[in-house]
């Protein structure tokens, strides 16, 4: 599914998006198209909406479901514990109104809950994590890939790849990784060979993530540079559930949430060693 709100709407570009979607209101578009005609449809809105403002909201395999794109306004998408909103901008006029505290509603700390009990029951599924680059899924690259799959209380088996990338490694992520352009390209394979292994052993599966959004969001960006279908697969956020059962941490990155376990390791940022330590994370979060 896609949404298209715009105001300002040439005509010709409104004719162009009638091609494909249905109008059912003024500068309100809907409708189901595959992910090629989506991403040529925003550039058509893009390059020819000169004065409006428009925002398209569409289906992804994220753990929300849905993702947002804005052209021309103040409302802009980010992340929000985890949890991908659109933040509004504040008007003059609302600044002495006070704003609401930090955190989650009640209803919505139960429906996570609820979510992460029934992902407990897991018996089978496999745990991924990349690293990239940088933050922009739209501009950076990954440049490793791990996965495990689990099998019960087993770990029947696990992979690690390097990508080799065209583009630069900033020297914070070659400190923080210890992964170097020359190490990519002696040793990595392209992300092409890569991501239909992947996307066909996780097909209807199981997938367990860590900030599920930001990981999703690289793999289906990859998937669409690279011609090939999103990837179909169920996911869970240990990030949300960590969330609800260990409330109040300073922060919620991985190292955090594992030393509040009682997990002892030194967080490598590499792809295979975080999936292995996700895995402790994961079990011991079930263990509450």
Known sequence: MIVITMSKCPPRLRGDLSLWLMEINTGVYVGQVNYRVR?????????????????????????????????NTNWKPTDYDGIRVMKRPISQSETGLGCLARGFSNAAKR?????????????????????????????????????LEIQGDTCVSENEWLIRTDAEIPQTIV????????????????????????????????????HANFECLFLESACRKSGLPPPDFEITDAMQCAKVKLRGLANYKMKTVAEALGIKTVQKHRALADCKLLLEVWRELNKM
Request: overall charge neutral.
């Open 175 to 210: 400190n923080l990784t210890g992964l170097t352009k020359s190490m990519l390209e002696a040793k990595g394979v392209p992300l092409s060979d890569v991501l239909p292994v992947l996307l066909e052993r996780t097909r209807s599966r199981n997938v367990v993530f860590y």
């Open 39 to 71: 991403e040529a449809l925003w550039k058509r809105v893009c390059e020819n909406l000169q004065d409006g403002q428009a925002t398209m909201v569409f289906s992804t395999n994220s753990e929300q479901r849905m993702e947002f794109r804005v052209h």
């Open 111 to 147: 429906q996570m809950g609820r979510r992460c009990r029934r992902r407990e029951e897991l018996s089978s599924y496999f745990i991924i994590d990349l690293e990239t680059t940088g933050l922009s899924h739209e501009n950076d690259s990954i440049i490793e890939v791990g996965m």
